[in-house]
């Protein structure tokens, strides 16, 4: 089969045919039918994450965004069968530790990462294997489709989780988004419909002109000056009451914070840059006298699709909204390049393989 | 009156005559029957926290952890008069903003920060003035002494606070707490009594005795190497709950980030030294992965009280434990320059005026 | 002035002359701008609710949502002056007690129900007092007009509450709201616009159509048959997540509990008739076996105005939508006493004195 | 192997031979080392619950709170082998649902409950099956006995959840417990334990004592008057924070509810009896103008028996000290029959088979 293979870090991707794979007895083979392309794959090429373990290997299939068909069922495997419509998260978790028997394998405490480790190839090809199947794939609503479905993860999921369950946003709120790629696109859309009030934060004026279409109450150009944060404020009657920092580098983070009002909580979505290499100072002093909350958030735990169906169900929510082009396989490794100058707005997803 | 006064930051105070106070039609006065030292007061004798536009003008009386009784009342308070026995919280509310009206003066937006401002004189004086009294004023139940209540604050309850409210303990959880000083040693008898399970760390040997007294289920000696977070994990099998920074150096804020679990929460309570001047950098990465929470915490919001006397009044929290020695005012001065060495075990309560 | 007077337990109401008042030290005078008429003025006027030592005495002025402009100031009064444009809510607390000092008048240990009793004479009037007016009046941005905060209360604002705190409303909750009134319709509008899913309840078809309109995913006329409870859960995919019982006669309130799905909650918000005497026989066992909550709602805590009010200012909410009529203090006699058959669709508000 | 087995609804249970079970792929054979005697028990052999569709067929094993070693392993099991030491909820989930998922047996949709159902014969057996038994089995840390395990369930782990987790217990909080069986000896011992204060009401003088020796703050005894409400608020400063019905009968939860004090919680344990079948009048003005919470309780989910074992292992809770006599099988008839005058003390525990 076709697959887009991580050959050496920071060089094109190549298209090429790999073996088919062949389920273990805990996995299903998915067919794919749609993959986002992410911010994440872009670091996963460059090299990124080696400060926190997560380098991933030449060899490696990359594609974590993944929406398709069962293909082949492994012998343990109980409640999937052939020609179920799945969704997979990325965060495969082993169904058996404190976390998982939660529902969150998103704080699983064996994660693998779906197509950013040597043992679990992604799905920026034909087909690809499941690991604890029963545990991780997500059954689709008759009514979502694949695309749509690709467009959920990570980020949309990401951003609904962010919002919803680490910063439990509440009607109302002011919430400043910083950065506003697919998380911060996400965000300013989900805030919106669940009766917060966002504000778009980036450098690109074709991006927050996207988020003022997607409901950004008010958007702040960052590329100007030093005074970002002051005029999230401004705006915000005093201070934000969520500000998410949706990219991962120290200023973007930095200014996130300074965003807030008192007792106002921070959430950290985006992982860091070579920049940073995981580390950013803060304002420790500040946030202790205003009472501050700074959330690291990853992923979403499998319990939350429901509600997250129930809302693309009601037309509440539209991820497809976020979705930016759609593509062939074959254009993957172009359109990864193109990221490194932030020039992608929405989610591109992989449909054609 | 007498009281002690900082005429030089770095020199020690002087303990002389000054003006007794008036009440403006706001406020009352307060006879000091006893009052806390803290390091909090050396911060301010040291000139520290200019970085949080706090450093405390020269001429301040000091003194911040007061309990009393009502010696004269302005035309304009309505629930207080001559001889009522009352605490007051060293944040003094102006009683109307948001936070205010919910009963957090600990959050006000424009706080004012007693014995540590030139408008708010302090407790290390036979009297002092409260402002906006029908607000700020607690009203101590008969069985509460004074010493006791001085014992309270700001260590005690602001440990209350950060492990009650801010942290959301948990019954069973593991809490680390790093820095076994007033707040670290209130922290560890609270744990304990509330169901959970405190791991002491601390450079001090009769600190860490001290802590084992009061309830610790382990220690940690963080003098000898750079693992400090590791021992914490493994004691708390696999990683704490809880953890609480109660000192504000760099080393114990990230060495308590480092002792967390998966999803748990970092409580910081210590202000920085002139070292960090605010700004400690944290691996924000891991924090993001593992979805661990930053709280920053300060004081304790005024309707927190009633419960804190419930548990007092059962017998269930004993914050006369953590009362170290009791001294008069004109101990004050030396008894200050002596927490340079962190010799102090417990919580210094002036009784003499 | 001239005032609307409770003469006798169901005869229509005076129109008639009295005193203006006079504000003793703590009170302020307001000029009345606008007020709603309420189900809970047609049960004072039946002389319901002996059986909760609530039975409004004759003599009695009513009127208890209003908004309007300072007339007079006490001179203990600190916060307002002449002018000021206000919203007393119904709930007037003594300032001082441990809810109120937390801003929940709402449950005052000695609240005082506006217009309800004979110490705090309603606003179907010129001009009424408020007792403890620093801390009862609510300041009224200027983008709200009078009307429109008298449409907020005290139908809007309790099912606010209700939902936003005592429910604790997530996104895509499946919501049933029982009895489609001014509160009813309030809770349909509200649910919509924070990303919930509604189901309207009621046996009338134009106030079913009105639901819709106000942003119901789907509607149950109960008047049909006893399945009313098996219906909703069949559109709610198992069982409402919230149910809200908005009107307080036995069979709604059992109606709205038989709803809900495992872990649901029953919101109680109408107060019941002399039918009942506020007794209603529920299915305890079902409700300890499926974990469910009874969640009792009473007005609103007067520190969520500020939430509410950025909802009114960014149009997430439209109160105006709920209001049905505007009418004179002339005709709240007449339309008072049309409430016996629930004819009116939406709240209706005095705006003429 | 020998079992006791109910016949006839209200007649001795007989102990006899039955043949030893076999396991389906999906369970395991647990050999019983001990199993508690419960009310529920009794309640089953009444032939009660027939109104929730819960009654009890004649020819069933009873016996639901077992610990055991595992002594056969069904083919499609993979966490568990031979010898394993496990305790098994009487809350017998499939593991697929929505509330399995999240680890909440005690909400599944399709719940079998162990020893009340024929398709889940019980434990006072030598042997009993256990359905999805990766699932629902609770692995037993070395530290703790059988007996020991035998007491927590399901009385001492109901007790557990409903305090902690349905009444979120706070610290400081006065909790009234209406029954001292298992279940109320159970819950104050634990809310002790937790830092709140619990007030403990039974007709028996014998009871109250061991309450007072597990920690009652006070107790009330309410064979005496309609008074029984009054009394706890009183103890309780005007009203408990949390009520538990630790009983099931109409006149200990109204007294429950009674208990309260604004905006207190009241948890229900106890099914009810022929008396009530399932339903009782409660008062709902009362709750809605004072914002009572009226919470269900069930079991306890799997996913919380990891902060309970810590608790054990700690020493903050000691479930040996709830423990009554200890008995063979052959007396388990007896036993059952003496129930019906409240005569035991404690929980009576089998652990000779
Ligand atoms: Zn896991
Ligand atoms: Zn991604
Ligand atoms: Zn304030
Ligand atoms: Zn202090
Ligand atoms: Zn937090
Ligand atoms: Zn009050
Ligand atoms: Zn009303
Ligand atoms: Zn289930
Ligand atoms: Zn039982
Ligand atoms: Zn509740």
């Not at 992410?38 to 993944?66: F, K, M, N």
Request: some cysteine; overall charge negative; glycine content about 12%.
């Amino acid at each position: 089969m076709r697959a887009a293979v991580l050959e050496e870090h920071g060089e094109p991707l190549a298209v090429k045919d790999v073996d088919y794979p062949e389920p273990e007895p805990d996995q299903v083979i998915v067919e794919t039918e749609a993959c986002g392309i992410c911010r994440s794959d872009w670091h996963a090429w460059q090299g990124d994450w080696s400060w926190i373990g997560a380098s991933v290997p030449e060899g490696q299939i990359l594609g974590h965004e993944p929406a398709g068909i069962v293909s082949a069922v492994g012998e343990d495997v109980e409640t999937l069968q052939e020609g179920d419509r799945v969704a997979v998260p990325f965060h495969l978790g082993d169904g058996t530790c404190s976390h998982c028997r939660e529902g969150r394998a998103n704080n699983c405490e064996t994660v693998i990462p779906l197509g950013l480790s040597s043992i679990a190839p992604g799905a920026f090809a034909e087909a690809f294997p499941v690991r604890e199947a029963d545990y991780n794939c997500v059954k689709l609503p008759d009514s979502l489709d694949f695309a749509e479905m690709a467009g959920l993860g990570c980020r949309f999921m990401t951003a609904y989780h962010a919002l919803a369950d680490r910063a439990e946003l509440r009607p109302g709120d002011w919430v400043a988004v910083h950065g506003c790629g697919g998380v911060g696109l996400s965000a300013i859309h989900i805030a919106d419909a669940l009766g917060a009030h966002p504000i778009a934060v980036d450098v690109r004026e074709d991006k927050l002109e996207r988020a003022r279409e997607l409901g950004a109450s008010a958007t702040v150009n960052a590329a100007e000056a030093g005074t970002t944060a002051q005029e999230v404020k401004a705006l915000a009657g005093g201070g934000a009451d969520v500000s998410i920092d949706a990219l991962g580098i120290a200023e973007t983070c930095q200014n996130s914070i300074g965003s807030l009002g008192t007792r106002g909580t921070h959430v950290q979505v985006g992982l860091t840059t070579g920049e940073e290499e995981g580390q950013i100072e803060l304002p420790v002093d500040v946030m202790t006298m205003r009472e501050l909350d700074f959330h690291g958030s990853f992923g979403m735990p499998l319990v939350r699709y429901e509600e997250l169906f129930k809302l693309i169900g009601e037309g509440t929510l539209e991820p497809s909204k976020i979705i930016g082009e759609t593509l062939s396989l074959e254009e993957v490794p172009e359109t990864l390049a193109s990221m490194d100058n932030y020039e992608t707005v929405g989610i591109p997803v992989v449909t054609e393989f």
